[in-house]
């Protein structure tokens, strides 16, 4: 079965420290993939997605992702964090053919002082 | 820029009773959806409609229905809410496979 997977479910990382979030996925073609934030008690927003081409990919708020398809992962990162990335973080994927997102369980992650 | 709408905010129901959650969007998407948030479990999908009376179940159907009459709005009931249920529902509209706009959401709580 198609499925999207988030190995870490929490993260603690210490504000200006990098951030790495991995995120895999099981399907045989490229599908469309995402990174969504969810902060407390608020809807999910798109950092950034991937659909083709240049498998590093810009979000927003410093964010980035790069895409293997060798290794069917698409890890999110961030160089420096700060305390409002405090949030929990979900990688999603469209397969081919299909409308709606599959989800990973999510990583949250806190940012220490 | 748009904006999606979900009422209640929060939704408090008895057991066997049954509860209508709405959503309003206001980006002319055409598909909308309807996503299930627990705890450690990701979201997954209930229903979606790629356009007005247009209806899609997801791997999370069973126990709700959906309905969609305006191309801007989706409700989503729930036939019988389940003693002790803990969720929260999303609601989200698209462009085709484009980046899905998700509502704040709806809590809910059975006792």
């Known amino acids: 079965a198609q499925s999207v997977t988030q190995p870490d479910a929490r993260v603690t990382v210490s504000e200006g420290a990098s951030l790495q979030l991995r995120c895999k996925y099981s399907y045989s073609a490229t599908p469309y993939l995402f990174w969504y934030v969810q902060y407390p008690r608020q809807g999910l927003q798109m950092l950034l997605k991937y659909y083709s081409g240049d498998p590093v990919v810009q979000g927003v708020n410093g964010f980035e992702a790069e895409f293997s398809k060798s290794d069917s992962s698409f890890h999110l990162r961030k160089a420096s964090v700060h305390w409002s990335d405090s949030a929990v973080y979900f990688c999603?994927?469209?397969?081919?053919?299909?409308?709606?997102?599959?989800f990973g369980t999510g990583t949250t992650v806190s940012v220490s002082p | 820029g748009g904006i999606i709408t979900q009422t209640p905010k929060f939704l408090i129901g008895q057991e066997g009773q049954k509860l209508t959650l709405k959503c309003q969007q206001n980006f002319n998407h055409d598909t909308m959806y309807w996503y299930r948030q627990d705890s450690g479990k990701g979201l997954r999908l209930i229903y979606y409609s790629i356009t007005e009376n247009d209806l899609q179940k997801g791997d999370l159907s069973e126990g709700y229905d959906a309905s969609r009459e305006k191309k801007s709005s989706f409700s989503l009931t729930v036939t019988s809410a389940q003693k002790n249920e803990m969720a929260v529902f999303l609601c989200?509209?698209?462009?085709?496979?484009?980046?899905?706009?998700f509502g704040p959401g709806t809590r809910l709580l059975v006792l």
């Open positions: 999603a994927v469209i397969y081919q053919g299909g409308r709606a997102l599959i």
């Open positions: 989200a509209s698209s462009i085709h496979q484009d980046t899905q706009y």
